[in-house]
């Protein structure tokens, strides 16, 4: 399956991922407004760290091993049953964290100790979560892209139902709870319609394992932990200095922008993620490796300069149909915030190569690097110019990233 194909099956899922995202976007202004909204995105943020640390780090090198061990069934159900003896480790030592101390995370990170019930329904409903994130890096492995495609859509359908529907009855209480049990009702529906797939059986992950399965686990993983630690980290960091420096309905307004940026993106990530990093995974000639980039470049920029202009243009029309009146600041936002989201599929487009290569000290370190300055750029720019400096912060953080991987493409791939 090209990427044409790809994009074209990506689209159909993120054009209802966004769709769903905006009106959930839509429900939580209408519901709980700026400072609700923030909130929420710290909660989001922190349910990525905890996924993370309970084996969601693994689901990059899931996808490029059982790619790459297409057709050897052995180190295939070698790498499954090593992953799941991991996941289920780090799952027991999350749960006993997030039940017995969850009044304390709550007041830490929520800044509310009365959201303490979300952790503990989190607590039970985490495993699911990354049961779920598991298969489908299994089939983004197998290149099963309609099966994986479809879990997609109905990963979105199932939030916008879970969160408008608590939302509407219980306010801001209820989005947190949505948004920490949608993943596990997903498994379920995942496990009913995978049900005939020939791997998933009990015993292809019950296998015996080597060190050999855990070294490259890790030694990967590592890329994907690294990414979503430091990206997370940052995001929290950012949002409490708003906070802290200017207001919560400020920090509201940025998480408002955000959130439009993650949703406008997610078409590049699902692509990139589901075509790109599997196909590069199994090419050794740089100039394959090439003829695949440009055709990436090719359909992906023009896609992201058209919607980051026309969100641009729309930014007034968007604020009242996705939020309400007590958004319009955030228009001041949205020209940096574009230019930056263009940027940044450029050196993302680059960083997939790294990423599909395995070269896991540049990934990382330029992971580690570019959150740093991203942060202290924001405390910068915000302390000169205002809530718009986080824009600014965003774009010039972005262009240094993507020169820096455009040259360790030239120079580092051969």
């Given at each position: 399956m090209n990427l044409v194909k790809t994009s074209i099956l990506s689209a159909i899922a993120t054009i209802i991922r966004m769709i769903t995202g905006f009106i959930i976007t839509k429900v939580i202004a209408v519901y709980v407004g700026p400072s609700g909204l923030a909130v929420i995105g710290q909660l989001q943020n922190f349910i990525n760290l905890v996924m993370l640390g309970a084996g969601n780090f693994l689901k990059t090198a899931i996808t490029k091993y059982t790619a790459e061990y297409n057709g050897d069934e052995v180190k295939t159900n070698e790498?499954?049953?090593?992953?799941?003896?991991?996941?289920?480790?780090?799952?027991?030592?999350?749960?006993?964290?997030?039940?017995?101390?969850?009044?304390?995370?709550?007041?830490?990170?929520?800044?509310?100790?009365?959201?303490?019930?979300?952790?503990?329904?989190?607590?039970?409903?985490?495993?699911?979560?990354?049961?779920?994130?598991?298969?489908?890096?299994?089939?983004n492995g197998q290149k099963k892209i309609r099966q994986y495609t479809i879990i997609n859509i109905l990963l979105s359908i199932v939030s916008?139902?879970?969160?408008?529907?608590?939302?509407?009855?219980?306010?801001?209480?209820?989005?947190?709870?949505a948004y920490v049990i949608n993943q596990s009702v997903v498994f379920l529906i995942t496990l009913v319609y995978l049900r005939k797939e020939s791997w998933l059986k009990v015993k292809n992950f019950l296998h015996s394992t080597n060190k050999d399965s855990y070294r490259k686990l890790y030694r990967f993983a590592l890329i994907t932990f690294t990414s979503i630690l430091a990206s997370n980290i940052t995001i929290m960091f950012i949002r409490n200095n708003l906070i802290n420096?200017?207001?919560?309905?400020?920090?509201?307004?940025?998480?408002?922008?955000?959130?439009?940026?993650?949703?406008?993106?997610?078409?590049?990530?699902?692509?990139?993620?589901?075509?790109?990093?599997?196909?590069?995974?199994?090419?050794?000639?740089?100039?394959?490796?090439?003829?695949?980039?440009?055709?990436?470049?090719?359909?992906?920029?023009?896609?992201?300069?058209f919607m980051s202009l026309t969100m641009y243009l729309l930014r007034d029309f968007i604020i009242?149909?996705?939020?309400?009146?007590?958004?319009?600041?955030?228009?001041?936002?949205?020209?940096w915030q574009m230019i930056g989201n263009v940027i940044k599929v450029c050196g993302w487009l680059y960083g997939y190569v790294l990423v599909a290569k395995g070269m896991v000290k540049y990934t990382v370190?330029?992971?580690?690097?570019?959150?740093?300055?991203?942060?202290?750029?924001?405390?910068?720019?915000?302390?000169?110019?205002?809530?718009v400096g986080t824009t600014y912060a965003y774009a010039v953080n972005n262009l240094l990233h993507f020169i820096t991987m455009v040259y360790l493409y030239k120079n580092k791939i051969n």
């Open positions: 790498l499954w049953s090593a992953s799941m003896r991991v996941v289920l480790g780090l799952n027991v030592i999350i749960f006993i964290a997030l039940f017995f101390f969850s009044e304390s995370i709550s007041n830490l990170i929520l800044h509310n100790s009365e959201y303490n019930f979300v952790l503990k329904i989190f607590a039970f409903s985490l495993p699911f979560f990354i049961l779920n994130t598991f298969f489908l890096s299994i089939l916008l139902s879970l969160v408008s529907f608590l939302s509407y009855f219980y306010g801001l209480k209820g989005a947190l709870v420096e200017l207001s919560v309905q400020d920090a509201g307004y940025w998480q408002g922008i955000w959130a439009l940026s993650q949703v406008a993106l997610s078409l590049v990530t699902m692509s990139l993620t589901t075509y790109l990093l599997p196909t590069i995974s199994g090419l050794s000639l740089k100039v394959e490796i090439t003829k695949e980039l440009r055709q990436a470049i090719q359909v992906v920029i023009p896609i992201v300069l009242l149909l996705l939020y309400t009146d007590d958004f319009m600041p955030m228009r001041d936002l949205f020209l370190s330029t992971e580690v690097v570019f959150a740093m300055t991203w942060a202290i750029l924001t405390l910068v720019l915000v302390d000169s110019y205002g809530l």
